[in-house]
Structures are given as structure tokens and as C-alpha cells.
């Protein structure tokens, strides 16, 4: 029976996913249920994914008819339900705080943190955007402590399972009495019943209902953003009468349309904990075949090398990794070095083997444009008038540099062969951002405790 009510409490799984799991008899006063898939006008609508089509698309042999969107997930069809358990918020009562030790936070971290915890007791929307490196993590423990000795059930979800996995052991050790999940596609843990979840927005699809604090992570990130499928599953996960926290470094078209109607509140922190600016971007024209690592980039290249500093060279597309990963090797054949995607089975070893210096360099695509911190690191963009180098995407990249209050600054190369608007909004966002900042600064009213 316990491990019936773990499985199913604020969780939403198919009759043939229960069986699977070895639960037949579903004989529980608690439990509800409601039909997978639905027809209203000849159209299909999928109640886990929010799917919505002409039915007679995806019609079946016996006349029932399966969403295509979540297959996935394990598919759904209009002859199946979908059974769940309201969530009880069954967790232990504490009575002293439950965050391990407070983070020193600036004057304007602790305004911006206060408002966060504001907004959780209010059940409240809130964007924090705040510049990379602004400490936005740290900022949140309040409201995350208040919401856990609430006895409320804590989600922060991401689009990157590279974010998941750096923010994991961080809460596990701001809030070790409490029990806590990553859950991700292949991560390894298998499903238990916890106060705080850790999990790609891709697994809420499996909540319903479950969440009282709901935090999204990289909100303008892909596969995220602009995802119909994905906001619906944020929807739903949460409960009814909850609170949701929205973090970003870089906010989209629509969250900024949305801030200026007065739709979403928001708490804008355009200054890096350690008080130090953001590395502004150094733009580099150059004529040189598509493949090749021409003299101008070479330069910055090798005084990294010189300095032992660890680097990250950003390519468009994954064809381009081998070629360039094989002539900095070619150049530097001492310095151990890797490339890394999506892809990449190993790219968490990868990164982890950056970190601790057994490699120097990583040639990467986008996969690591934010979520990674390290150490003294600098970054290059090669072909970074790109499509797929957007603003967003290229101010992330510069917000790798930086982060470390010891090491607070570092190169931010952008090499391109035609302007782009791209680099020309990443280049001003970054200017206007340190202004900002200078103005703090100059007022003196950021100080550290």
C-alpha cells in the first residue's frame, strides 16, 4: 500500500505503466481517474501533454485514437486512463531552519531574495532575472527553505540535464535533512517519493498536481522555449493554488512582453555577486576557410595555452567538432583536450575532466552555453555569425567567463565573417547590463556582508 501511495501521489501514470510497476489492484479511496485522450469535435486532445490535432489522423484499427506527441512517455489512447493520487504532502515537520548554512548575499542578492520569498508566501509568479554569475541559486534558499518547512512539495525543473546535474548537489547540501531526487532521462535513480525534486521539465510530464513551489531553471532555454508541450506539463504539474519562480540571465521576447504589460512580476539583478562586471565581448573579423584556426584566433588560443587557463571553442554544427578539436591537437599536441554534444554519451565526464584539469580545452556546441561554471576559464566562438548563435545563446556563452569572485574576468572571443544582428544585440546587452551595474556600484548600493 506505501509504495502504491509513493508511485502515485501528485504523479500521473497510464494503467499499463502501473502494471508494469506491479500494481493490478488499484482498490484506494485516494485514487483518481480521467480519461487519457479525449474527442470533442472531432478533435483529439491529450490530458498528459496537452496534444491537440483532427482525430481522424491518428485513428487506430480498433477505432480508438493515440496522441503522438508523448509516445515517448509510454502512449496513450481514448481507451485508457490516466490514475493518480492527490498529493498529501506527506513530509516531516521541522522545526528549526532547514538551510545548512546562509549564503552571504550582497544588499541588493538579500532585496531580491526577499522578494522571492515573498512571492512563495503569496503563491505568486515571479521572473528573477538576473545577470550570469549573479548568484541566482543562492538567492532562491530562502524561499526554498520557507516553502520545505512548510511541509510544501519543491520542484526545480531546467531544460538541460547539464543544469540538473550541477544544481543537484548544491541543494543536497544547502538542505541535507531533506529528501531529495534527480530525476532525468538514464539518470540512474528510479522513482521515489520526495519533498524536493530536481528534474528536465520534459519529466513533469509524469507529475500532476504535485507541486506547491514550482522553479524554472534557464526558462529561455531549449527545448523549453516556445514548447507548447512543455509549458502545458509546467502547468499541471503544479498545484492549483501554488507558487512559480521563473530564473533567466537572458529572458525572451515573450517574458520581456509580458513584464512590460504588467502580466509577470520581476526582480532584475543586473550585477555579479562578487561585484566585478561582466567580461564584455571582443569581436573578430576574419577571412579564412570555414575549418581553419586562422593567425588572429591562434593568438588568443595560445596565451591560454601559456597561462594554463582551461577553454571552451564553440562551433556551429557537430561536423565541425572533429576537424577543429584535430588541428588545435595538431597545434598543441601536449595539451590534452575533447569534443563534446548532445550526443556525447561521456559529455558529463567531459566537462568533469575540464573542471579538474586533466583536459584543457573542450570543442562544444551549444549544449554548453550555460549551466557550467569553471574556474579561470575563456571562451571562443568560432563562425559566430551563425544562425544558430542567437543573442540569447551568445550572451549566455560570455556569462561561462567570469564567475569566479578570484578570477573575475577573462576573454570572450566571437569570431564571424559577417555582422549579424545577433552580435550586435549579445555585444550591447552586455554593455547596457554593466552600466547598470556601474550606476549600483557608483551609488554605493551594493555592498557585500
Not at 568560432?382 to 544558430?388: E, G, Y
Request: proline content about 5%; aromatic content about 8%.
Amino acid at each position: 500500500m506505501e509504495k502504491t501511495l509513493n508511485l502515485l501521489m501528485g504523479r500521473q501514470l497510464s494503467s499499463l505503466q502501473l502494471k508494469a510497476l506491479g500494481i493490478v489492484a488499484l482498490d484506494l479511496a485516494e485514487l483518481k481517474q480521467r480519461p487519457a485522450v479525449t474527442v470533442k469535435k472531432g478533435r483529439i486532445f491529450c490530458q498528459r501533454c496537452g496534444f491537440q490535432a483532427p482525430r481522424a489522423n491518428y485513428a487506430l484499427p480498433d477505432k480508438s485514437y493515440y496522441c503522438p506527441a508523448c509516445l515517448a512517455w509510454g502512449r496513450l489512447t481514448t481507451t485508457m486512463s490516466l490514475y493518480s493520487i492527490p498529493e498529501a504532502n506527506d513530509f516531516k515537520k521541522y522545526s528549526q531552519d532547514l538551510l545548512e548554512k546562509k549564503p552571504r548575499l550582497s544588499l541588493w542578492q538579500k532585496k531580491a531574495a526577499k522578494e522571492l520569498l515573498q512571492t512563495v508566501k503569496l503563491k505568486q509568479e515571479r521572473l528573477l532575472w538576473a545577470v550570469t554569475g549573479a548568484g541566482k541559486t543562492e538567492m532562491l534558499f530562502e524561499a526554498l527553505n520557507f516553502a520545505l518547512l512548510n511541509q510544501q512539495r519543491v520542484c526545480l525543473a531546467t531544460p538541460r540535464v547539464d543544469v540538473c546535474n550541477e544544481l543537484y548537489p548544491r541543494l543536497c547540501q544547502a538542505f541535507p535533512k531533506v529528501k531529495s531526487s534527480l530525476l532525468y532521462q538514464n539518470s540512474g535513480q528510479e522513482y521515489d517519493y520526495t519533498q524536493l525534486v530536481v528534474c528536465t521539465v520534459h519529466q513533469l510530464l509524469r507529475f500532476y498536481h504535485a507541486f506547491d513551489l514550482l522553479v524554472i531553471d534557464e526558462v529561455d532555454a531549449f527545448p523549453y522555449v516556445n514548447d507548447r508541450q512543455l509549458h502545458y506539463a509546467v502547468a499541471h504539474a503544479k498545484k492549483i493554488n501554488s507558487s512559480t519562480l521563473y530564473l533567466t540571465a537572458t529572458p525572451d521576447r515573450y517574458l520581456k512582453q509580458q513584464i512590460y504589460q504588467n502580466k509577470l512580476a520581476v526582480t532584475c539583478l543586473p550585477l555579479r555577486y562578487h561585484r566585478h562586471l561582466l567580461p564584455e565581448i571582443t569581436l573578430v573579423k576574419l577571412y579564412f576557410p570555414k575549418q581553419k584556426i586562422e593567425e588572429r584566433t591562434k593568438k588568443y588560443l595560445a596565451k591560454w595555452i601559456k597561462n594554463k587557463t582551461p577553454f571552451l571553442v564553440f562551433v556551429p554544427q557537430i561536423a565541425l567538432l572533429k576537424p577543429i578539436l584535430k588541428e588545435l591537437q595538431h597545434l598543441w599536441p601536449a595539451i590534452n583536450g575533447e569534443c563534446v554534444s548532445a550526443l556525447d554519451p561521456d559529455r558529463l565526464q567531459k566537462v568533469k575532466n575540464l573542471r579538474a584539469g586533466i583536459d584543457r580545452y573542450l570543442v562544444t556546441t551549444t549544449i554548453l552555453e550555460r549551466g557550467i561554471t569553471i574556474t579561470r576559464l575563456n571562451v571562443m566562438v568560432l563562425q559566430a555569425d551563425a544562425p544558430i548563435f542567437s543573442e540569447t545563446v551568445l550572451v549566455q556563452i560570455a556569462g561561462r567567463v567570469g564567475r569566479d569572485k578570484d578570477y573575475p574576468s577573462g576573454d570572450v572571443i566571437f569570431t564571424y565573417q559577417e555582422m549579424t544582428s545577433a552580435l550586435r544585440a549579445a555585444k550591447k546587452q552586455i554593455k547596457l547590463l554593466n552600466q547598470k551595474a556601474k550606476q549600483l556600484l557608483k551609488n554605493d548600493e551594493v555592498s557585500t556582508l
